[in-house]
């Protein structure tokens, strides 16, 4: 059973690194043909693409939040983390990681951000 669950600071204050980390479970994140994305949902908005880590490594990550955004792997410990640098009250949001190949299969059940100081 494929599992995933996300892991970090629930508090982050502005101009400060978000580094959250998603742990899979029952699946190698470096199995072919795989995505590892994070999502995000601000409150009472849509579901936002942040990015994501592909299985061979590679990442791909929304215009909108390239320069800030990065995401990494550890093969190890079959987690990928994802960190955001410069964060604002804007970047506050529910943050999700997902498996995904044509379409996402599995989702984190999320963890909430905040950013304030």
């Known amino acids: 059973q494929v599992q995933l669950q996300e892991s970090g600071p629930g508090l982050v204050k502005p101009s400060q690194t978000l580094s959250l980390t998603c742990t899979v479970s029952?699946?190698?994140?470096?199995?072919?043909?795989?995505?590892w994305s994070w999502i995000r949902q601000p409150r009472e908005r849509g579901l936002e693409w942040i990015g994501y880590i592909g299985s061979t490594g590679s990442t791909l990550y929304s215009p909108s939040l390239k320069s800030r955004t990065s995401i990494a792997r550890d093969t190890s410990r079959n987690q990928f983390t994802l960190h955001l640098t410069s964060v604002t009250p804007e970047d506050s949001a529910m943050y999700f990681c997902a498996r995904s190949s044509e379409g996402y299969q599995y989702w984190g059940q999320g963890t909430p951000v905040t950013v304030s100081s």
């Open positions: 029952g699946f190698s994140i470096t199995t072919n043909g795989y995505f």
